[in-house]
Every structure is written in C-alpha cells, then in structure tokens.
C-alpha cells in the first residue's frame, strides 16, 4: 500500500503563485507514476500533470502547460507541483495519485487519466480569486 497525504494549498489572487507537496509513504517502489488532478465543484476530474518518477517524462493539460512545472525528489518521496500565473480557473481541490505501472497498467499510455491510478491522496484546497 501507499499512503500518499498533500499540502500547500490554500487562496491566492489571479496572477499569484502555489506550490503543492505530496509525500508518499509506504510502499513507495509502487509510485512509478505520479500525478496531479483537480475537480472544481460540478466539474469532472481533470488530469493536470504527471510524471514518470524513473525516466522523468513528464505530462501537462494544456489549460496548465507553461504555468505548471511538476518535479518529483526521489530522496524524499515527495511529487510537487508550482503553479504559477493562477487563474480563477484554476480553483479546485488538488489530488496527487500514484501507480506502480503494473504491465497492463492503462497509466503507460494515458497518465493524465484518473481511472487508471491506483493510490490517491485526500486532496487539497485551492483557492483563485479575481
């Protein structure tokens, strides 16, 4: 199993800049994959960057691309995520999630998909006034 607990979030005017912490623990060679979603209230979950913890590719939405930078420190066991130049779009609740890219795993090829993950974390709160 892996635990998986963020931090970071908070309110912040259009144009301001987070960042947001996920510390995994447990099972940690299970997070080959790392990710970061959002789910604005009424809306679906949407994948906004993830990253392969071994080769380092990594993967953007475009509604994030250039604004975003995930990074992931394998020391630590820690996926962030900077998001800078925030929009009142950007609101939601952040959840990092985790897979260890089983063969099969859907996560290879679709990483911004949420369906594949197999560890969540509980989420964190992000604010974008205007």
């Known amino acids: 199993q892996v635990q998986l607990v963020e931090s970071g979030g908070g309110s912040v005017q259009a144009g301001g800049s987070l960042r947001l912490s996920c510390v995994a623990s447990?099972?940690?060679?299970?997070?080959?994959?790392m990710a970061w979603f959002r789910q604005a209230p009424g809306k679906e979950r949407e994948g906004v960057a993830a990253?392969?913890?071994?080769?380092?590719?990594?993967y953007y939405s475009d509604s994030v691309d250039g604004r975003f930078t995930i990074s992931h420190d394998m020391k630590t066991n820690t996926l962030y995520l900077q998001m800078n130049n925030l929009k009142p779009e950007d609101t939601g609740m952040y959840y990092c999630?985790?897979?260890?890219?089983?063969?099969?795993?859907?996560?290879?090829?679709?990483?911004?998909?949420?369906?594949?993950?197999?560890?969540w974390g509980q989420g964190t709160q992000v604010t974008v006034s205007s």
């Open positions: 999630a985790a897979d260890p890219l089983f063969l099969g795993s859907p996560v290879r090829v679709k990483p911004l998909e949420g369906s594949g993950y197999k560890y």
């Open positions: 990253i392969f913890t071994g080769g380092g590719s990594w």
């Open positions: 447990g099972d940690t060679h299970n997070t080959n994959c």
